[in-house]
């Protein structure tokens, strides 16, 4: 694997970490960061940081939109929702991901 | 993305730019604030200690805020501000250039931009009510003597109602002009509109007050009935809201006024005042009926050519049903505006100004990317380092392109205020020369039509002067420039297009100098205190009566009016000429020896020569027995004509006839006019005209019915009192004698001067704006020729060779250009001297001429002193180091 294909490959599943996310609620960056951080129990231990970055395409692309809105202890904060183009697509990359994963166990059973 | 939504994008971020950062700093902040609570409130850290973990986890702050600001397109507009910051940097390093370039572009910006609006809003000007463009004008045009038919309109109206299918409702209007008497306000001149009702219906646009007109109020016999205006209303009746029922007497007629019209309603052509259209066709022998306007508005789903092609079928049914009126007639449905503008010719001439002002902007463009090609050259070493150090091609052309951008901006810009200042003088110079009868949606502004297409053209002048000399220079090999630069010189070369440019150049500088100089002396002419004095006590009026009116009842109320005239106090004297001083119209006049001249002539009463104070110098004045009979055979010359067409001899007892004004054409059977005799001579009047004008007067007859100009000579200077008087007595005289375009002498030389001063100071812009390009162009020329020919100068001084030796053999080729083009630009200058009786040079070719050639001589030299100096300063062991 070249370095290229694997910040693509990740670069690919940041998306569709952040897409299933938001796909469950609208939510600010933070707490996409915190819920990944939990649900993956530390094993994705990302760079908070390229959050934004990965959040700004996306919003870019018409899969997720944002607006500001208010925390439950009234901070202000800019909130992502995920679009209906952004479910379709998640539909799409938990297809191709399952069938990819599937593939994947089966060449890694065979040998 | 298309390349159009990526520009449309990073256009909004460029905007939202602000707005980007701000919400970024913002998510940021809260998100490292929420992650040090969080280790804070589960890890139990300190404050600070909690800050700084939270700020490690999420990465580098500048690094993550770069990558989002590289995803929203800034990243390439950063780029993009730097070209221009270099841009605007060099446009004040070289303040020279940019002067030049600047000023010779925005002067041809603002003639284009001018032109451009002008003609847009001739051609293109729009009827301003409810679909507008669907209004059409139907005229009848005579085939055969390419004249209007506007006599048989009135008789042809029936049929076009009946058989226009294409056009819903067909209307028609004549102006007649009224005066206006109510006892609400003094009485005044009017365009009065007669108008079909169906007009108004046709122009969509309800009333304010009452009503407009009904078919009704055509009928003979039906009660006189009025529309006014919205001004009108104002300043005659305070805008009081029971106008209607109130008096208005037009003319010798009492009308009721039915209704107002909205303010800016001034259809059909500048009008506030509308009455009902009462012509009947069968009291007119067909051919001969008054003229009238027709106009309509085109059927739902009807285009104009439909109607055009329908008023061709009924066109040919006319030509056979009647073909004593309508045999060579030929109908013609326009758009209604253009109806104004009258004819394909004018459109056409129209889009020939256009084109020739686009060349004109080729040409300045050319030049200034001659120019700005030059200084290229002197930076082909920058350009090839920055090459060598992996500045791609496209980097460097993008540089030199937004530079030119910049360049052609900023001249785009004071081109485009220069040309809205012109414009406002235009239009006020228009409703003051046109009055009633400039229709009322002619408004001359800078249009946005116009501006658009001045950005484009500065957009495309950077092309021109920034992209072409870029891609040449960066087109070389990098090498061989690096190696020039070592050389200290240049591997560009100037081709022979430079060489006829700078020739066309001084050419056309030294052939426009003189008019611009002789325009500047004449508008330093000044009047001294006394005539202007006199200018100011003399009132001219030109007096008008219904053509309706038979002529010796016209010539008896006009006697009438001038002896009440007489009577009054503040009146020295009354005369009579058939225009106005300074407004004669023009004629072409032959003497024995078959030399013409244009001049103007005027028939004047006898008494014209002492109310404007004119001493008779040879000869005599008018005398009764010349007025006598229908003819008169005797004239009296002024100065200016014995110098045109007699060498300045006196013209006394010379004969003189009038020749045609163009060239006769061959079948023309016309005998010549009769000879005339010259029986005096009086000095030029006004002495204000621009250039010395020969005049011709002839003594006016008592039959001599035609409007004609009242001289009034007052005892004061105040004339504005008067004014009125006039008007008054005019009405008091009769109710249908009119009278109109009341000035003074001193307003009539100003308006006269007014289009002519306007014409000098184009001439004057351009020849400025000629004179500095040609300067820079020669200068840039002589600069280069020596960067370029550096080493060979070196090897010359060292083998001894002397300053003048240097610079001759350096040199001569550019002063053989300029010396090629002031021969030429002088040759020009003095044919069209010749051919305009002197009007070139304002009569003094001996001293403008020479004049001219030593101001481009030393134009010439003034720009070689920099170089020569230059030149002159190359060390040989300097330029010859680099061997």
């Known amino acids: 694997l070249t370095i290229r294909a694997q910040t693509d490959a990740l670069r690919g599943s940041l998306d569709l970490i952040i897409l299933k996310t938001l796909s469950l609620a609208p939510q600010h960056g933070w707490g996409i960061s915190l819920r990944l951080q939990q649900t993956s129990k530390g094993v994705l231990e990302v760079n908070q940081g390229s959050l934004y970055p990965a959040l700004q395409r996306l919003e870019k692309d018409g899969l997720i939109t944002s607006e500001w809105g208010t925390t439950d202890n009234h901070r202000r904060a800019r909130y992502y929702r995920i679009t209906a183009s952004g479910r379709r697509a998640l539909g799409e990359e938990l297809e191709s991901w399952k069938r990819f994963a599937a593939g994947l166990d089966a060449v890694l059973r065979s040998t | ?883």
């Open chain 2, 1 to 883: 993305m298309s390349w159009i939504d990526g520009a449309r994008a990073r256009l909004h971020l460029l905007f939202a730019k602000h707005a980007a950062e701000s919400r970024m700093d913002e998510e940021i902040a809260f998100h490292v604030e929420m992650e040090s609570q969080r280790l804070m409130r589960e890890g139990g850290l300190s404050p600070d200690e909690a800050r700084r973990r939270a700020l490690v986890t999420f990465g580098g702050v500048t690094q993550h805020k770069e990558e989002l600001r590289a995803g929203r397109g800034v990243a390439w507009l950063g780029g993009l501000s730097l070209d221009f910051r270099l841009a605007l940097r060099m446009l004040v390093k070289y303040p020279g250039l940019t002067l030049v370039a600047v000023v010779g572009m925005a002067v041809a910006v603002a003639i284009a931009a001018v032109t451009f609006s002008a003609i847009y809003t001739i051609l293109n000007g729009g009827l301003p009510v409810s679909e507008g463009d669907r209004v059409v004008a139907i005229r009848n045009l005579d085939r055969r003597i390419g004249n209007e038919g506007r006599q048989t309109h009135l008789h042809d109206l029936a049929t076009w109602r009946q058989s226009m299918t294409t056009v819903s409702e067909l209307g028609a209007y004549r102006i007649v002009d009224r005066n206006v008497i109510s006892g609400t306000g003094p009485s005044e001149s009017a365009r009065v509109a007669e108008m079909t009702a169906s007009g108004f219906r046709i122009a969509r646009t309800p009333p304010l007050v009452g009503r407009y007109l009904h078919d009704d109020d055509e009928r003979p016999g039906a009660e006189p009935v009025v529309v006014i205006g919205y001004d009108l209303w104002q300043s005659r009746f305070g805008g009081r809201l029971d106008i209607v029922g109130h008096i208005i007497q037009l003319g010798d007629t009492k009308h009721r006024v039915i209704g107002v019209m909205p303010r800016g309603f001034a259809f059909p052509v500048n009008n506030r005042l509308w009455t009902p259209l009462r012509l009947n066709p069968a009291a007119y022998e067909p051919g001969h009926a008054p003229s009238i306007d027709v106009f309509g508005r085109l059927a739902d789903g009807a285009s104009i050519e439909d109607a055009r092609r329908q008023a061709v079928t009924i066109a040919q049914r006319l030509a056979a049903a009647e073909p004593a009126t309508h045999a060579t007639m030929r109908t013609r449905v326009v758009p209604y505006t253009h109806a104004f503008i009258d004819n394909a010719e004018a459109t056409w001439t129209y889009h020939l100004i256009q084109a020739l002002i686009t060349m004109l902007l080729v040409v300045i463009g050319t030049n200034v990317a001659i120019l700005v090609y030059a200084r290229t050259a002197s930076r082909m070493g920058e350009i090839a380092i920055r090459n060598a150090l992996g500045a791609s091609r496209r980097r460097v052309v993008t540089q030199l392109f937004a530079e030119a951008l910049a360049l052609s901006l900023i001249a785009a810009a004071v081109g485009n205020i220069i040309a809205h200042f012109a414009l406002l003088n235009i239009d006020a110079a228009l409703m003051r020369i046109g009055g009633e009868q400039l229709p009322y949606w002619l408004r001359v502004h800078l249009t946005p039509g116009a501006m658009l297409y001045s950005v484009g053209l500065a957009v495309l002048a950077a092309v021109i002067v920034g992209v072409v000399p870029a891609l040449k220079a960066t087109g070389r090999h990098v090498r061989a420039s690096l190696q020039h630069l070592s050389a200290g010189t240049s591997g560009m070369r100037l081709g022979r297009s430079w060489t006829v440019l700078v020739i066309a150049q001084v050419t056309i500088a030294v052939a426009v100098l003189p008019l611009a100089i002789a325009g500047i002396s004449n508008w330093r002419k000044q009047q001294s205190a006394e005539e202007k004095l006199a200018a100011k006590k003399v009132l001219t009026a030109t007096l008008f009566l219904d053509p309706d009116t038979a002529s010796a009842r016209y010539v008896a109320l006009r006697g009438e009016l001038m002896r009440r005239l007489e009577g009054e106090p503040g009146v020295t004297d009354v005369a009579l000429a058939s225009a106005a001083p300074a407004s004669e119209p023009a004629e072409r006049t032959e003497a024995e020896d078959k030399s013409t001249s244009v001049v103007y002539g005027v028939r004047i009463d006898r008494r014209y020569f002492d109310v404007l104070d004119i001493p008779v110098l040879a000869g005599r004045a008018f005398e009764a027995g010349d007025v006598t009979g229908k003819t008169t055979s005797v004239v009296i010359v002024n100065r200016s004509f014995a110098r045109n067409l007699f060498a300045g001899a006196n013209p006394v007892g010379r004969r003189i006839r009038v020749a045609p004004m163009n060239a006769r054409p061959a079948n023309d059977t016309l005998a010549p006019a009769p000879w005339e005799e010259i029986v005096g001579m009086v000095p030029d009047f006004p002495v204000d005209s621009t250039t010395p004008e020969p005049r011709v007067y002839r003594p006016m007859l008592p039959s001599d019915a035609e409007p004609a100009t009242l001289v009034v000579r007052l005892k004061g200077v105040n004339a504005a009192p008067f004014t009125q008087t006039l008007r008054e007595l005019t009405v008091a005289t009769d109710p249908m004698l009119r009278i109109d375009r009341i000035k003074t002498l001193e307003q009539n030389l100003e308006d006269e001067s007014s289009a002519t001063r306007l014409f000098i100071i184009v001439v004057e812009l351009v020849t400025l704006s000629t004179l500095l390009l040609s300067a820079a162009g020669i200068y840039a020329l002589m600069a280069f020729t020596i960067t370029r020919r550096r080493r060979e100068i070196g090897i010359r001084a060292a083998l001894g060779a002397g300053p003048r030796r240097l610079l001759v053999g350096v040199l001569s080729r550019v002063m053989a250009q300029i010396a090629v083009g002031i021969l030429i630009g002088t040759a020009i200058a003095a044919f069209l001297d010749d051919r305009i009786n002197g009007g070139w040079t304002g009569r003094r070719p001996q001293v403008v001429l020479p004049g001219v050639i030593a101001l481009m001589i030393g134009v010439g030299l003034i720009t070689a002193i920099g170089p020569a100096r230059r030149a002159l300063g190359i060390q040989p062991t300097e330029a010859l180091r680099a061997e």
